[in-house]
C-alpha cells in the first residue's frame, strides 16, 4: 500500500503552517511586503500568472512544492509522458500529450512510436478540411456544403464547442457550425430545423461509436437526410465519422474512407485535439489548427521541464490543494473576462470533475481527505450581477482564476477597458475588501455598516494574456489539463478513468423499456423508481 497524502511529512507540515497563517490577511501581506505583487507571479508560453492574491506565504509554497515532491509528481510526469499505462483500471497509456507533439518527434506505446500516426491523422483531416473551406467537396446533389453539425457528447461535443466558440473570431464566417450532443430530441430538432440536408455535414464524433445518445442523433440525423434526399448513396457525401472503432462505423454506413482515426490512449475529455477537433479544423483551417497544437505542446514542454516552484500548471494545482484540503473550500470558480470564452467553465467542469471525483487511490484504498473540488463559472462580467454577491458576501470560501485579455479581437470603443476594469476591480475587491471604518468614512449610516463591510481576504489567480488566439488557447487548455493531472497526483486518484458515470448508463437501459406502456412485467425497482415511471406510464398516453 502506497502512503496515502495526509501522511506525507509535507502534509503535517502544511497542517500545522495552515494553522499559524488562517488568521492573516491579505491586506497585511500586502502591506509588510510592497513587492508581492510582481514577486508572486510567473509567466510562461504568452500566459502571465499573478498568484499573489493568495493565502500563501513564502513557506506555503515551499511546503506545498515539498508536498508535490514526497507525492512523486515527478516520476508520474515522466511516465505519462513516457507513454507508460498510468491508466491502470484500463490498462492504458495517458497520452494526450502525444497529439500535439510535432512531426518528427518519437512517443512509444507498446514499442510503437505514435507521433507519425498523429500526424498522419491530422494531414487526412487537414485535406478534408480544405475541400470544405473552398467548397469543392459536394452534397450528394452537387451543392456545396453551408453547414457542419457535430453529434458527439461529453468529450467528443464539449471540446470542439468549446473551441469553436473560442475561436470563431478565426473561423469561415461562410460555413455554419451546430452542435448536437443531448438525447432530447429537442436539440437535434432545433439544430437542424432550419438546415436543407442537401446543404449539411454531420460528424459523427465518437471515440466508442455505441454512446447511446450519439448514435441516437445520429440516427435521426440520417432518417432525416434520407427523407429528403431519398438515396442512401448520399451518406457518404452527408456523413464523415471520427472514432476508434471502424466496425461500427461501417454498420451505420459511412464509408471507412471517411473515418479520421485516433487511439485509445486518448481520454474523451483530453481529445478535442485529436479528430475529436475536426469541426474546429474545418471552422479555423489547418494552420490555425496547427497554431493551436504548438500552443499545447509549448505549455506541455513547460510543464515537463519547468522546475516545480515556476511551473505554471503545478503552481495552479498545488494552490487548489492548498484551498481544498487545509481550507475546507468545496468549489472552485473559473472567470474568463472574454466573451469567446463562454463554453470555457463547462469544458473545465468536465475536465476536472470526471477527472478527479474519485473517492479511491490507485491502489484501491478507500479515501478519507477531500479530492475534486465542483467547478463552475461564467465569463465576467455576467457573473458579477448574479452570483459575485456569494463570493464577496456569503459565508463560503470560493477561490477563483480569473482570465483576462490585454487586446480585443473586437476594439469597440472603451469596451475593452471597461471590461478589464471590471475584472481587475474585482480581484482587487475579494483580496482587500472595505473595513467597517472605511465604509463608515464614507458617511454610510451606522446601521447599515455591516452590510456594506466587505471582509475581503478571497484569493485569486489572474491569468493576464495579450490576445486570444488559437496558439493561446491551446496553452490555456493544457495549462488546465496539466492541473488537474498534478492534483490527481497528490489525492493518488486515477484522472483517466470515469467508472463513476456507468450505473446509471446502465439502470437507464433497464428502465427505457419499462417506460413503454405494454410493458407487461411487474417493476422491480424501489418504491419511489417504480411509482415515477408508473405515472410516467399514464400522463404519457394522455
Ligand atoms: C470523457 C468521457 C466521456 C466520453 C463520452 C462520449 O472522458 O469518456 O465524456 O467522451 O461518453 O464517448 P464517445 O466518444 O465514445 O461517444
Known amino acids: 500500500m502506497t502512503t496515502l497524502c495526509t501522511h506525507q511529512p509535507a502534509w503535517q507540515a502544511l497542517q500545522a503552517h495552515y494553522q499559524s497563517i488562517q488568521q492573516q490577511h491579505l491586506r497585511d501581506w500586502f502591506a509588510a511586503d510592497p513587492a508581492r505583487g510582481t514577486e508572486f507571479t510567473e509567466a510562461a508560453c504568452g500566459l502571465y500568472l499573478d498568484y499573489s492574491k493568495n493565502r500563501i506565504s513564502r513557506e506555503t509554497m515551499t511546503l506545498l512544492v515539498d508536498l508535490a515532491d514526497q507525492s512523486g509528481l515527478r516520476q508520474r510526469i515522466d511516465?505519462?509522458?513516457r507513454g507508460d499505462k498510468i491508466n491502470i483500471t484500463e490498462d492504458r497509456a495517458v497520452?494526450?500529450?502525444?497529439?500535439?507533439?510535432?512531426?518528427?518527434?518519437?512517443?512509444?506505446?507498446?514499442?510503437?512510436n505514435v507521433v507519425p500516426d498523429v500526424h498522419a491523422v491530422l494531414d487526412q483531416m487537414a485535406a478534408f478540411a480544405g475541400k470544405l473551406r473552398d467548397r469543392t467537396w459536394r452534397g450528394h446533389t452537387g451543392l456545396p456544403i453551408k453547414t457542419i453539425v457535430n453529434i458527439g457528447i461529453g468529450g467528443s461535443d464539449l471540446g470542439p464547442v468549446m473551441a469553436y466558440e473560442a475561436l470563431r473570431h478565426y473561423s469561415d464566417r461562410g460555413l455554419q457550425f451546430r452542435f448536437v450532443s443531448n438525447i432530447d430530441g429537442s436539440d437535434f430538432s432545433e439544430a437542424v430545423h432550419d438546415l436543407n440536408p442537401a446543404e449539411t455535414l454531420f460528424i459523427v464524433a465518437s471515440k466508442t461509436f455505441t454512446t447511446q445518445e450519439t448514435l441516437t442523433n445520429a440516427h435521426s440525423a440520417r432518417t432525416?437526410?434520407?427523407?429528403?434526399?431519398?438515396?442512401?448513396?448520399?451518406?457518404?457525401?452527408?456523413?464523415?465519422?471520427?472514432?476508434?472503432?471502424?466496425?461500427?462505423v461501417a454498420k451505420f454506413g459511412i464509408d471507412t474512407a471517411n473515418m479520421f482515426g485516433f487511439w485509445d490512449w486518448v481520454g474523451g475529455r483530453y481529445s478535442f485535439d485529436s479528430a475529436i477537433g475536426l469541426s474546429l479544423m474545418i471552422a479555423i483551417g489547418p494552420d490555425n489548427y496547427?497554431?493551436?497544437l504548438a500552443g499545447f505542446h509549448a505549455m506541455d514542454e513547460h510543464f515537463r521541464t519547468a522546475p516545480f516552484d515556476h511551473n505554471l500548471p503545478v503552481i495552479l494545482g498545488l494552490l487548489g490543494v492548498w484551498y481544498n484540503n487545509f481550507f475546507g473550500a468545496e468549489t472552485h470558480a473559473v472567470l474568463p473576462y472574454d466573451h469567446y470564452l463562454g463554453r470555457f467553465s463547462a469544458y473545465l467542469q468536465q475536465?476536472?470533475?470526471e477527472s478527479n471525483g474519485k473517492r479511491t487511490t490507485l491502489d484501491g484504498q478507500?479515501?478519507?481527505?477531500?479530492?475534486?473540488?465542483?467547478?463552475?463559472?461564467?465569463p465576467g462580467t455576467n457573473g458579477q450581477h448574479a452570483y459575485y454577491q456569494l463570493i464577496h458576501q456569503g459565508t463560503k470560501l470560493i477561490p477563483c482564476?480569473?482570465?483576462?485579455?490585454?487586446?480585443?479581437?473586437?476594439?469597440?470603443g472603451i469596451h475593452h477597458d471597461l471590461l478589464t476594469a471590471n475584472c481587475f476591480a474585482q480581484t482587487e475587491a475579494l483580496a482587500f475588501g472595505k473595513t467597517a471604518d472605511e465604509v463608515r468614512a464614507d458617511g454610510v449610516a451606522e446601521a447599515l455598516v455591516p452590510h456594506r463591510t466587505f471582509d475581503g481576504n478571497h484569493p485569486t489567480n489572474t491569468i493576464l494574456v495579450e490576445q486570444l488566439t488559437p496558439y493561446v488557447l491551446g496553452t490555456l487548455v493544457a495549462l488546465y489539463e496539466h492541473k488537474v493531472f498534478v492534483q490527481g497526483t497528490i489525492w493518488q486518484v486515477n484522472s483517466f478513468d470515469q467508472w463513476g458515470v456507468e450505473l446509471g448508463k446502465v439502470l437507464a437501459k433497464k428502465i427505457a423499456p419499462e417506460l413503454d406502456a405494454g410493458h407487461a412485467a411487474a417493476l422491480k425497482h424501489d418504491s419511489s423508481t417504480n411509482q415515477l415511471i408508473n405515472l410516467y406510464r399514464e400522463k404519457k398516453r394522455k
Open 351 to 353: 475536465l476536472d470533475m
Open 366 to 378: 478507500k479515501i478519507d481527505y477531500q479530492t475534486g473540488p465542483v467547478v463552475w463559472g461564467t
Open 401 to 412: 482564476d480569473f482570465i483576462a485579455f490585454c487586446r480585443s479581437l473586437n476594439p469597440v
Open 224 to 248: 432525416w437526410c434520407l427523407a429528403i434526399l431519398k438515396d442512401e448513396a448520399a451518406i457518404a457525401k452527408h456523413f464523415v465519422a471520427v472514432s476508434t472503432n471502424a466496425t461500427e
Open 79 to 81: 511516465a505519462m509522458f
Open 290 to 292: 496547427r497554431d493551436m
Open 95 to 112: 497520452l494526450h500529450v502525444a497529439l500535439r507533439a510535432p512531426r518528427g518527434a518519437s512517443i512509444l506505446v507498446d514499442g510503437e
